[in-house]
C-alpha cells in the first residue's frame, strides 16, 4: 500500500472526533485495530460538515501563555498536513537526519528568512543552539569575555538578575543598577548611570516575560569599545531591531517563533574563537559555527517550525507590520486597565509597558482565582501571574490574534460589572 493511501495516512489527515459517527471508510479502518470487533456492528453514516473555519473546527482556545506560547493556527496547521510524509519524502521530518538534503534545506531557509526579517548582514552568525536562554546565561561570559575581564549588568527583571548571578561564575560581573526595590516596575535612563570605563560588555534583557518590562530604546555602552549583549526571548521578532548596535542577541524560541528546545544566538563573527579554556564544548560559539549549527543533532522539529513562522511572518509584510499589530493589541488591552476606576491595575511605568506580556492585579486580590478560572471556562487559559508575584498576566505574542485580546477585554469589562 502506498503511504498516501495507509490507513494511519488518513486518520492523520482527517482526525477524529470522539463525539461524531465514523464515516464509512475510517471506520472499516479502526475496526481492526479493536480485537473484539466485528465489521457486522459497524453503521455507517454520511458526514457532511459544514464550512467552518479552523479554529471552530478544531476547537482551539486562546491561549494566554507566557511561554511555551500560541503559535500561528496556520503554522500549526501546515506542520499537521506535512507532518506524516514530509515532502513526498516518506518520512516525518522528525525522522529525518539531519544531515540529509531535507533538513538542510530547512536550517538554510530558516536562517536566510530570519536575516531578511532583521537585516541581519553576513558580519554575524545565526546558531540554532540548545539549552534555552538560560543557558546562555554562561555561554555569553565564557565567550566574550576572559576570567579577570568586567562586564556590566542591568537588571530590570527576574530574566537579567539570573544572567547577572550567573555570569558572577565567569567574569568580574557588576551590577550598575537594579529594579528590585521599585519592584521591576521600571527602565533607568542611562545617561546618568555609571557604567565601568572596562567592561566588555554591557547585558540587558529586552523584555522581561514576568514583570512586564520592555527596553523601548536599546542603550549604548559608555566604553565605546564594549558590546551591547540582549536577552530578546520574550520580545524576539515582534518589532524591527538594528542589530548591529548588538555584538550577541540571543533568544529561545518558544515565545514567538517556536516550540521549546531551540535557542537562537546573532553573534558577531569577530567576537566568535576567544571561549575560556573551561568553556564546554556545547557552550563555544565557534564549534557551532563552524559546524553551521549541526555538531550534534540539533533540535530539528523545533527549528522546522520556526522556519515555518519566520515564513509565516515575510507574509505578513515583515516585522514592522507584525509591530503594528502588536500596539493595537496591546493598547486595547492598557486601555481597558487603565480605564477600569482601579479596578485593574498594572505596575508597570506607562512608558516601558511590553508589548508582548501585560501583568496586572484586581484590586479586590481575593477575585483574582476567579477572574482565570472564570476566564477558562470561556476559553481564555494560561492567564495566572508567575508563581514569584502572582496576580494575572496576559501573554499577547505576535500569534496571539485580535480576536483573542478582544475577548479577553470584553471578559474584564463584563466581570467588572458583575464584581463589583
Known amino acids: 500500500m502506498a503511504a498516501s493511501s495507509s490507513p494511519h495516512a488518513l486518520l492523520v489527515q482527517q482526525p477524529l472526533r470522539p463525539s461524531s459517527p465514523l464515516p464509512c471508510k475510517q471506520a472499516l479502518l479502526?475496526?481492526?485495530?479493536?480485537?473484539?470487533?466485528?465489521?457486522?456492528?459497524?453503521?455507517?453514516?454520511?458526514v457532511r460538515s459544514p464550512p467552518v473555519s479552523p479554529s471552530v473546527a478544531t476547537g482551539r482556545i486562546f491561549n494566554f501563555a507566557a511561554g511555551p506560547a500560541t503559535l500561528p493556527e496556520s503554522v500549526i496547521l501546515k506542520a499537521q498536513a506535512e507532518l506524516y510524509n514530509y515532502h513526498g519524502s516518506g518520512m516525518s521530518i522528525m525522522?529525518?537526519?539531519?544531515?540529509?538534503?531535507?533538513?538542510?534545506?530547512?536550517?538554510?531557509?530558516?536562517e536566510s528568512d530570519l536575516?531578511?526579517?532583521?537585516g541581519i548582514s553576513d558580519d554575524y552568525a545565526v546558531l540554532f543552539l540548545q539549552g534555552g536562554a538560560t543557558t546562555q546565561f554562561s555561554a555569553v561570559p565564557l565567550n566574550l569575555c576572559a576570567p579577570g575581564d568586567s562586564a556590566d549588568f542591568v537588571v530590570t527583571g527576574s530574566w537579567s538578575d539570573k544572567a547577572f548571578k550567573e555570569a558572577q561564575k565567569f567574569c568580574k560581573a557588576n551590577l550598575i543598577w537594579s529594579g528590585k526595590s521599585?519592584?521591576?516596575?521600571?527602565i533607568p535612563a542611562f545617561d546618568g548611570l555609571e557604567q565601568n570605563p572596562d567592561a566588555k560588555f554591557l547585558h540587558i534583557c529586552g523584555n522581561e516575560t514576568i514583570h512586564g518590562v520592555e527596553f523601548k530604546n536599546y542603550p549604548s555602552p559608555s566604553n565605546k569599545n564594549a558590546l551591547l549583549v540582549a536577552d530578546m526571548s520574550s520580545n524576539f521578532c515582534s518589532k524591527p531591531v538594528d542589530v548591529s548596535k548588538f555584538g550577541l542577541?540571543?533568544?529561545?524560541?518558544?515565545?514567538?517563533v517556536g516550540p521549546s528546545g531551540v535557542t537562537i544566538a546573532i553573534v558577531r563573527k569577530d567576537l566568535i574563537g576567544n571561549a575560556q579554556p573551561i568553556t564546554p564544548v556545547m557552550l563555544d560559539y565557534k564549534i557551532h559555527a563552524d559546524s553551521a549549527s549541526l555538531y550534534n543533532t540539533p533540535p530539528c522539529f523545533a527549528i522546522y517550525i520556526c522556519a515555518l513562522v519566520?515564513?509565516?511572518?515575510?507574509?505578513?509584510?515583515?516585522?514592522?507590520?507584525?509591530?503594528?499589530k502588536n500596539q493595537k493589541k496591546a493598547g486595547i488591552l492598557y486601555d481597558t486597565i487603565d480605564e477600569s476606576n482601579g479596578y485593574y491595575v498594572c505596575p508597570v511605568e506607562k512608558s516601558v509597558r511590553s508589548l508582548?506580556?501585560?501583568?496586572?492585579?484586581?484590586?479586590?486580590?481575593?477575585?483574582?482565582k476567579k477572574f482565570i478560572e472564570e476566564a477558562a471556562k470561556e476559553g481564555m487559559v494560561q492567564l495566572k501571574g508567575h508563581r514569584s508575584v502572582g496576580g494575572v498576566r496576559a501573554s499577547i505574542y505576535n500569534a496571539m490574534p485580535f480576536a483573542g485580546v478582544e475577548k479577553l477585554v470584553a471578559f474584564m469589562k463584563d466581570f467588572q460589572a458583575r464584581h463589583p
Do not use: W
Request: charged share 30%; aromatic share 6%; glycine share 6%.
Open 249 to 256: 542577541i540571543y533568544a529561545g524560541a518558544q515565545k514567538n
Open 115 to 118: 536575516r531578511l526579517l532583521l
Open 95 to 110: 525522522e529525518m537526519s539531519h544531515r540529509g538534503k531535507e533538513f538542510d534545506a530547512v536550517i538554510k531557509k530558516a
Open 310 to 324: 519566520f515564513e509565516d511572518l515575510l507574509e505578513q509584510g515583515g516585522l514592522a507590520g507584525v509591530e503594528k
Open 30 to 46: 479502526v475496526a481492526p485495530l479493536r480485537r473484539k470487533t466485528r465489521l457486522s456492528t459497524i453503521s455507517c453514516t454520511a
Open 182 to 186: 521599585e519592584k521591576y516596575t521600571k
Open 356 to 368: 508582548m506580556n501585560v501583568p496586572f492585579t484586581l484590586k479586590k486580590s481575593d477575585l483574582e
